[in-house]
């Protein structure tokens, strides 16, 4: 099977994305599309660059690795105005070009992890269309609503099946798949079961508005003996947190290094607002810190409801009672037990379940893989 993707900028993040990707990849060969913009630029100085460095071809994050041997990246030019005919016809006619090129006549099939792909999808003869639906992207911050209703109108449309990461977004009338966030077992099974000393309650990831940042300092003020460790990129306004004395922000690491981050967390948590944006994620962090056997807490988010060993609430006095009856008496048979639970939730068996779907799409009969009968 040959797979067209439509992702995220590759090796910039693991994204849901890429960790799929790299399981078909074992068995598959994968052409990739890096990010395609959902939203128009402004005129301002920080729009200029990024859309400069996109038409220069990006470039890698820092720390990560060389593609992959099965990976091919065509990193056609695409210019950022997709609403604009004249515009999203010279998209297409680059797009078309370089992905006839990089398929060299093979029939893909075609996962689009983002809606915008479907402007530019005429002219590429393929074997299925799956939409990875893994956001309500009309409400993400910064995107263009507009553009992404009128993407998602027409890539559920086109599309043979849609493969959601939550339950709320699969749509009427639409083959779909839920398909919740996996987890690589083997990379975050380096964190040890022994719970180490001191008392630090992490987090990983970007701190966006998404974030409960009130949540955050009443939790830092309610419990002065625990250091709140946040590791990530921020895109919120955090002087607030940074003049708390037991809140520590700290750069981005690769993800590579993510394992030796958690190794003096005694606790981990996803404190995400409630809204409608939340009510639609199903944070891949979860699964990652419960691989790592942490004790884990989330804001009532209603994906989180159904993963075991993770904690619920809404408020301080919930967080710190958390932290009394179960942080802070953690012991290595309680991780183990927490990292047990989300044994069968890898990315292996992700990708065997998406497949698995491809190969139910009617008319779209494709040939078995390894991957597909791994269990």
């Given at each position: 099977?040959?797979?067209?993707?439509?992702?995220?900028d590759?090796?910039r993040?693991?994204?849901?994305?890429?960790?799929?990707?790299?399981?078909?990849?074992?068995?598959?060969?994968v052409?990739?599309?890096?990010?395609i913009?959902?939203?128009?630029?402004?005129?301002?100085?920080?729009?200029a660059?990024?859309?400069?460095?996109?038409?220069?071809?990006?470039?890698?994050?820092?720390?990560?690795?060389?593609?992959?041997?099965?990976?091919?990246?065509p990193?056609?030019r695409?210019?950022?105005?997709?609403?604009s005919?004249?515009?999203?016809?010279?998209?297409?006619?680059?797009?078309?070009?370089?992905?006839?090129?990089?398929?060299?006549?093979?029939?893909?099939?075609?996962?689009?992890?983002?809606?915008v792909?479907?402007?530019?999808?005429?002219?590429?003869?393929?074997?299925?269309?799956?939409?990875?639906?893994?956001?309500?992207?009309?409400?993400?911050?910064g995107?263009d609503?507009?553009?992404?209703?009128?993407?998602?109108?027409?890539?559920?449309?086109?599309?043979?099946?849609?493969?959601?990461?939550?339950?709320?977004?699969l749509?009427?009338?639409?083959?779909g798949?839920?398909?919740?966030q996996?987890?690589?077992?083997?990379?975050?099974?380096?964190?040890s079961l022994?719970?180490?000393?001191?008392?630090?309650?992490?987090?990983?990831?970007?701190?966006?508005?998404?974030?409960?940042?009130?949540?955050?300092a009443?939790?830092?003020?309610?419990?002065?003996?625990?250091?709140?460790?946040?590791?990530?990129r921020?895109?919120?306004?955090?002087?607030?947190?940074?003049?708390?004395?037991?809140?520590?922000?700290?750069?981005?690491?690769p993800?590579?290094?993510?394992?030796?981050?958690?190794?003096?967390?005694?606790?981990?948590?996803?404190?995400?607002?409630?809204?409608?944006?939340?009510?639609?994620?199903?944070?891949l962090?979860?699964r990652?810190y419960?691989?790592?056997?942490?004790?884990s807490?989330?804001?009532p988010?209603?994906?989180?409801?159904e993963?075991?060993?993770v904690?619920?609430?809404?408020?301080?006095?919930?967080?710190?009672?958390?932290l009394?009856?179960?942080?802070a008496?953690?012991?290595?048979?309680?991780?183990?037990?927490?990292?047990?639970?989300?044994?069968?939730?890898?990315?292996?068996?992700?990708?065997?379940?998406?497949?698995?779907?491809?190969?139910?799409?009617?008319?779209?009969?494709?040939?078995?893989?390894?991957?597909?009968?791994?269990?």
């Amino acid at each position: 099977m040959t797979c067209l993707v439509f992702g995220d900028d590759w090796g910039r993040h693991p994204s849901t994305t890429q960790h799929l990707a790299r399981q078909l990849g074992e068995q598959s060969r994968v052409v990739w599309i890096d990010s395609i913009a959902m939203r128009s630029p402004k005129l301002t100085a920080a729009d200029a660059r990024r859309v400069w460095g996109k038409l220069r071809g990006g470039r890698p994050a820092v720390g990560s690795a060389p593609d992959p041997a099965w990976l091919v990246r065509p990193r056609p030019r695409v210019l950022p105005w997709h609403l604009s005919p004249a515009v999203a016809s010279l998209n297409r006619a680059a797009i078309t070009r370089s992905v006839t090129e990089a398929l060299r006549g093979e029939l893909p099939v075609v996962l689009a992890a983002n809606p915008v792909a479907a402007f530019y999808l005429e002219g590429i003869p393929r074997e299925a269309l799956v939409y990875l639906r893994l956001d309500d992207y009309a409400e993400l911050p910064g995107v263009d609503p507009d553009l992404a209703r009128a993407a998602e109108a027409r890539m559920l449309r086109m599309a043979d099946v849609v493969a959601a990461t939550a339950r709320r977004l699969l749509p009427p009338g639409v083959p779909g798949l839920y398909l919740p966030q996996g987890v690589d077992t083997a990379h975050f099974g380096q964190v040890s079961l022994v719970p180490p000393p001191g008392k630090v309650l992490g987090f990983f990831g970007l701190l966006a508005p998404w974030i409960d940042l009130a949540l955050v300092a009443a939790v830092a003020r309610a419990a002065p003996d625990w250091t709140l460790e946040f590791v990530g990129r921020s895109d919120v306004d955090t002087a607030a947190l940074r003049a708390l004395p037991n809140v520590r922000i700290l750069p981005a690491v690769p993800y590579s290094e993510l394992p030796s981050v958690m190794r003096h967390w005694r606790a981990a948590w996803a404190p995400f607002a409630m809204n409608e944006l939340t009510a639609a994620v199903n944070p891949l962090k979860i699964r990652e810190y419960l691989a790592a056997g942490l004790p884990s807490f989330c804001t009532p988010l209603p994906e989180v409801r159904e993963i075991d060993g993770v904690r619920l609430g809404r408020t301080a006095d919930d967080v710190t009672t958390w932290l009394r009856e179960e942080a802070a008496v953690d012991a290595p048979a309680r991780r183990a037990a927490r990292r047990r639970g989300v044994a069968g939730d890898s990315w292996t068996a992700r990708a065997a379940e998406l497949e698995r779907c491809i190969r139910a799409i009617p008319g779209h009969a494709l040939p078995a893989t390894a991957l597909e009968n791994r269990r």
